[in-house]
């Protein structure tokens, strides 16, 4: 008799080859109704929420031509004025932000006439929004190496979202009465998961994503592979997303954790 971990395992691989090698548009396998139960189960909405992403940062188009001193120069000058103008009652939070990484409009997600590559959720020429919920964990989802120069984008929603929670927290997968459990924990984990460089392990996703957008979510919510406690965030359109500001970050550490696992 099969146990609870090799039912779940099975099912979540037929899904994955069905949708990969049979039949990948239209697909009516039993598991999408079970996920559409699950993300009515874990519903969230969210407003008014700031969001952070990030981008290898390119000094000659973001400065146009400005070297890092002259445009440091600038920033003080512009820091010391900043600091001598009166507020005139104007709200924090309305005040003037500033872009020292990318350009304000060109923080989101890339627009229809830009060739879009699939992405853990997106397919080929679908463009989604990829936020993360600080600013480590949006560098850290960019995978690039110590020194390098980031730009990361301070990002506003302005309307509310209805988005499916697939977080997670680890589950015991020794025992076997969890089933439930168990087979969320690979649907969720397929989200998590590190890209490996096969574009066909994003297939699977990427047709869950479009199911819950065709059935009213505006997003998905989910783990960090890179960051233990950060969360991520996939928009399936960027309206009522707004950025309002870019600062420049350069990587000086990557922290790696790691413990000797028994040989199996």
């Not at 020429?125 to 730009?151: G, P, Q």
Request: charged share 30%; hydrophobic share 30%.
């Amino acid at each position: 008799m099969e146990s609870n971990h090799e039912e779940c395992y099975y099912e979540w691989n037929d899904f994955c080859d069905n949708i990969i090698y049979k039949n990948r548009y239209f697909q009516r396998h039993p598991i999408l109704d079970k996920i559409l139960k699950f993300a009515e189960d874990h519903t969230g909405l969210i407003s008014d929420t700031v969001f952070y992403r990030a981008r290898k940062y390119d000094e000659s188009y973001c400065n146009k031509g400005k070297t890092m001193y002259e445009y440091a120069l600038e920033y003080l000058s512009e820091n010391d004025n900043e600091k001598n103008k009166p507020l005139n009652n104007t709200k924090k939070s309305e005040c003037k932000k500033k872009f020292r990484g990318f350009p304000k409009g060109e923080n989101l997600a890339p627009p229809k006439n830009i060739l879009t590559i699939g992405g853990r959720a997106n397919a080929e020429f679908i463009s989604y929004l990829y936020l993360a919920d600080s600013i480590k964990t949006a560098i850290s989802e960019i995978k690039e190496s110590i020194k390098t120069k980031v730009s990361v984008a301070e990002i506003i929603c302005n309307g509310t979202k209805k988005i499916a929670d697939f977080t997670y927290n680890v589950i015991p997968l020794g025992n076997d009465d969890c089933k439930r459990d168990v087979f969320w924990y690979y649907i969720m984990t397929g989200f998590s998961s590190v890209d490996n460089h096969d574009t066909r392990d994003y297939i699977p996703i990427q047709c869950i994503s479009e199911f819950l957008k065709i059935n009213g979510y505006d997003g998905i919510k989910y783990n960090s592979a890179y960051n233990d406690i950060g969360r991520n965030y996939v928009f399936f359109n960027q309206k009522d997303f707004v950025d309002i500001s870019s600062e420049i970050y350069e990587i000086d550490s990557i922290d790696v954790r790691y413990k000797k696992i028994i040989d199996l």
